[in-house]
């Protein structure tokens, strides 16, 4: 059961262009999401999270929108660059039994952006 | 630099032997987690540690897997008996309860390869 989806494999975009980066999941419990960058051969790189209580939030040229009644949220590149090919990773936390947030993440499977000069 | 620090970064075992893993967390955390990648997926919660105590463990973790947190720094990951399905990067992160958000940062994976 894959309660994180990223259903798209893999996006191609031209430089300068905006990239959007999908995600869906299924668990109303997750109160946390995050946005990860994975380079082969590398640990993941944080880039951006957003909070439950909130649809957006935006940090240079990353914006994460989150639409809670849908499940799903999204990552805006504007613009997109060439170093900014890499995996693309969404994962969400749910509420921790002593009540704190953001632990245990649960990741989808990534897509792989490509941004052709 | 002081992120998440892992070690080895790459091991090649033959089945059977016995592997360890280590990480040392980003000095002012009080949590660490371990994960594991295989090709494909992405990273798979494993289990993690706030200080010294070891609070959960997934379901992926069979009993010939041991992690370890003695002193509430570094933490070691035993992998005993490999065999080719261990094979994967096993990615080490770590958080600070003390702040808001409690962002996880990973290290940079140890990939193990059982021949």
């Not at chain 1, 499940?71 to 504007?78: A, E, G, Q, Y």
Request: with cysteine.
């Amino acid at each position: 059961d894959q309660q994180v989806k990223q259903n798209s494999p893999s996006l191609s975009v031209q430089e300068g262009r905006i990239s959007i980066l999908n995600c869906d999941y299924t668990n109303s419990m997750f109160d946390y999401f995050l946005w990860y960058k994975k380079y082969p051969a590398e640990g993941p790189t944080f880039l951006i999270s957003i909070s439950s209580i909130k649809d957006k939030n935006e940090d240079g040229r990353f914006t994460v929108f989150l639409n809670k009644s849908a499940k799903h949220l999204s990552l805006h590149i504007v613009p997109s660059q060439p170093g900014d090919s890499a995996v693309y990773f969404c994962a969400a936390s749910s509420p921790e039994p002593s009540g704190g947030s953001n632990y245990k993440l649960t990741f989808g499977k990534g897509t792989l952006l490509t941004v052709n000069p | 630099d002081t992120g998440v620090s892992q070690d080895p970064r790459h091991k090649i075992t033959k089945r059977g032997q016995n592997v360890t893993f280590r990480c040392d967390p980003i000095s002012e955390h009080n949590r660490l987690y371990w994960y594991r990648q295989t090709l494909g997926q992405g990273p798979e919660f494993l289990t993690y540690f706030q200080n010294e105590a070891q609070l959960e463990k997934s379901r992926l973790l069979s009993d010939r897997f041991s992690a370890e947190r003695p002193k509430g720094s570094f933490s070691t990951l035993e992998i005993q008996r490999t065999e080719q399905g261990d094979s994967a990067m096993y990615l080490c992160a770590s958080s600070n309860t003390g702040q808001g958000g409690n962002t996880i940062y990973f290290g940079e994976g140890s990939w193990l390869t059982v021949v």
